[in-house]
């Protein structure tokens, strides 16, 4: 039964060249546009930050005692020296943030990117 198939199949696409390969190309899109959504779907839904435990994902700010302002970024040595210090965390990483001006005409105007 699938011997007489498969040739059936074999003889209309070598009758209907055009519509075979419109055929393909039609399977292979559907099957690059499934690939394509699981790929988003599990890159947004399932892995949404790109680390694997992100309960377990802290982050740490310092505190200047004599003029009481509190979440200061942390320095880059003072990263370095608690990432080389640590022993509570698997790891330690740093990041920075940035302020951008928004408008030449107000420096007073400023964004904050965290």
Known sequence: MIRFAVAHGLRWLRRRPTSSVISVLCLAFGMALCAVSWASIDAVLRHPYGIGAVDRVAMFWETDRTSGRELIEVSWPDARDWQQRSRSFE?????????????????AVLLRQD
Not at 91 to 107: D, E, F, K, N, Y
């Open 91 to 107: 790891a330690l990483a740093a990041m920075g943030s940035s302020v951008r001006r928004v408008s030449r005409v107000s420096p």
